[in-house]
């Protein structure tokens, strides 16, 4: 079992549709969780973190944390084209520092 | 503020090379983590620097080392190199406190043939 899960998709929404994107962490000793959004032929970048339970809204975007089920998701509001890419989810164990353990992402891809 | 740097972007080398890589995070962070990007393999975390000290290694062999600089830059060394190392090495940068995410360079991209 991988220690970050994700679904490798790819997820197909329309344009204007909410998209959610889970992940499932076997580690309980995870403390901080991350979202990543990585476009064809380029790096990472840092979309969302969320450290406790519950909801974390930014614009469009919402971290959702349940750490008794170990699961975390991202839903993305009105998807537009510009959304279609492979989102990374990541987490840092107690004691790990920076080390972000990464799942394998999911592709989302976002039609009009 | 300018972001992460990394260079050289591509890099072709022969197997049985060594090769170093070089990064320089945005001005103000201490903490410079490295990782490898394969399709198979995804990304994975090799090393995290902080104040010239690493203070966590992934599971890498030995031909894989760096070190990081008292500004802060970090490089990454990778001997004796094999077809399989061939990969998208990232930088991240990040503040230092643990928890507080990473932000990435462009990456180099390393082929070995």
């Known amino acids: 079992q991988k220690e970050v899960e994700q679904n490798s998709g790819p997820l197909s929404v329309p344009e204007g549709a909410i998209a959610s994107l889970n992940c499932t962490y076997s580690?309980?000793?995870?403390?901080?969780f991350f979202w990543y959004r990585q476009y064809s032929g380029k790096s990472p970048e840092l979309i969302m973190f969320i450290y406790s339970n519950g909801d974390k809204e930014d614009g469009r975007f919402t971290a959702q944390l349940n750490k008794a089920s170990q699961y975390v998701s991202l839903l993305i509001r009105d998807s537009q084209p510009s959304d279609s890419a492979t989102y990374l989810c990541?987490?840092?164990?107690?004691?790990?520092?920076?080390?972000?353990?990464f799942g394998a992402g999911t592709r989302l891809a976002v039609h009009p | 503020k300018a972001g992460v740097t990394q260079t050289p972007r591509y890099l072709i080398k022969t197997r049985g090379q060594q090769v170093t890589l070089s990064c320089s995070p945005i001005s103000g962070h201490r903490s410079v983590s490295w990782y490898q990007q394969t399709p198979g393999q995804g990304l994975q975390f090799l090393f995290e620097y902080f104040s010239e000290t690493q203070r966590n290694k992934g599971n890498f062999p030995g031909r894989f080392s760096g070190r990081q600089f008292s500004n802060s830059r970090s490089e990454m060394n990778v001997s004796t190199l094999e077809l399989g190392d061939s990969a998208l090495y990232l930088c991240?940068?990040?503040?230092?406190?643990?928890?507080?995410?990473?932000?990435f360079g462009q990456g180099t991209r390393l082929t070995v043939v």
């Open positions: 580690d309980r000793g995870s403390q901080s």
């Open positions: 990541a987490v840092t164990r107690s004691g790990g520092y920076n080390k972000l353990i």
């Open positions: 991240a940068s990040s503040p230092g406190t643990p928890g507080s995410g990473a932000f």
